[in-house]
């Protein structure tokens, strides 16, 4: 069991660019999720995916977000068209149908857009 | 309204003494569950303890424990002998039952263990 990783572990844009992030979930797990998390503020969720559909998006995830999960494994996240308001941590998370239902959480992306 | 109420910004506590995190939720819905996280400086969110709101016993993990009290809407996570590497903001965190299990998290606790 590896964990949750993300890439890349920072990444800085000027606005306007298009950016992607990438998340490995826990292998076993069927949950994905996507968080973003500005400073001084707890995650706040963006979407959620089991398998590989997608069931769940915030309003938070303005048409500029696209997020995928093709074989029910790795997901991207995709932000076109960046604004500075756009800076954050992106935080990707996983877990497995249960009782808990616990999500556990991989490093995280930091964004700053320019 | 605010579902995660966590009204410590920040906390100090003595290296080796015990600590209580505060935590108070709302939901009218009777099957939850709680859950407290650790984020360090470096940005990794961790999961520490889970409770259940139908379990009978209050959850603990080696050195912590929640303090449960239903009634009050509370969820206190209580650190035992703290450590120099407990410093970090704490996150409590409320799943209510719905399609996908929404987690919503408070604004968290900024710990700081003093040697």
């Known amino acids: 069991d590896t964990g949750v990783s993300q890439d890349p572990r920072h990444k800085i844009t000027k606005r306007g660019q298009n950016v992607t992030f990438r998340c490995d979930p826990i292998?076993?797990?069927?949950?994905l999720y996507w968080y973003r998390q500005t400073l001084g503020q707890g995650p706040e969720f963006l979407t959620y995916f089991q398998n590989e559909a997608q069931l769940e998006k915030s309003r938070l995830l303005s048409d500029r977000f696209s997020a995928e999960r093709p074989k029910g494994s790795f997901s991207t996240l995709e932000i076109q068209r960046t604004e500075q308001g756009d800076s954050a941590m992106y935080l990707c998370?996983?877990?497995?149908?249960?009782?808990?239902?616990?999500?556990?959480f991989g490093p995280g992306t930091r964004l700053t857009v320019l | 309204a605010q579902k995660i109420t966590q009204t410590q910004p920040g906390m100090f506590v003595q290296e080796k003494e015990a600590v209580t995190l505060d935590c108070t939720y709302d939901?009218?819905?009777?099957?939850?569950?709680l859950f407290w996280y650790k984020q360090p400086s470096s940005g990794e969110m961790i999961f520490l303890i889970y409770q259940g709101s139908y379990d009978q016993q209050n959850a603990t993990e080696g050195r912590y424990s929640l303090n449960f009290q239903k009634a009050r809407k509370s969820a206190n996570l209580v650190i035992s002998a703290s450590q120099l590497g407990d410093s970090a903001m704490y996150f409590c965190a409320m799943r209510e039952p719905g399609g996908y299990q929404k987690v919503t998290f408070g604004t968290g606790t900024k710990l700081q263990v003093i040697p």
């Open positions: 939901t009218s819905d009777p099957s939850y569950g």
């Open positions: 292998s076993e797990h069927n949950r």
């Open positions: 998370a996983s877990s497995l149908t249960g009782n808990t239902d616990t999500q556990y």
